[in-house]
């Protein structure tokens, strides 16, 4: 914390989210901090599960290669995801993914409107864990399907 003492005792107490909103011409408020904090912490958790999740892929015995790809792009979501959870925690201020940033600067570049590309954004970045539960699905699916399919042959 941050503070200024001024000549009649009165003294300014700051915290560094708050002291970046003043010297940006914003405010923000406690519960607004709480509640950016708690999203932060539930991005955390979500985003080490995806990594957890990323883990299970990258050991699983498959002659396609396919998991192992999966593997490094949910491993890199789940950290990324993890990383703006914890600047979320930190600072108390909402953050963006670089996955969210990143497409939305990709759309701006292509000419796409600024709301637009922040829609596209979130979209990808939501698509990501999705594809995750999706292919998890599959596998146990796979798994539970015997080989000469489901119905036994007469």
Same mark, same amino acid.
């Given at each position: ?42 991005? +955390? +958790? ?64 292509? @000419? +796409?409107?600024?709301?637009?590309? @922040? ?7 939501? +698509? ?27």
């Amino acid at each position: 914390m941050s503070y200024q003492q001024d000549s009649d005792g009165v003294r300014v107490v700051l915290s560094a989210p708050q002291l970046a909103a003043v010297l940006s011409r914003q405010s923000i408020s406690q519960s607004e901090m709480l509640s950016n904090r708690l999203w932060g912490g539930l991005q +955390v +958790v979500g985003g080490v599960l995806e990594m957890v999740g990323a883990a299970a892929l990258c050991v699983l015995p498959e002659p396609t290669m396919a998991s192992k790809a999966g593997c490094v792009v949910f491993g890199v979501h789940g950290s990324d995801t993890t990383a703006a959870g914890l600047r979320q925690v930190w600072t108390g201020l909402d953050t963006d993914t670089l996955t969210r940033q990143g497409t939305a600067k990709l759309a701006q570049a292509m @000419n +796409v409107r600024a709301d637009m590309a @922040n829609n596209i954004g979130l979209s990808l970045d939501m +698509v990501v864990p999705f594809g995750f539960a999706g292919s998890i699905k599959a596998a146990r699916a796979g798994s539970i399907t015997p080989p000469n399919g489901p119905y036994p042959k007469r």
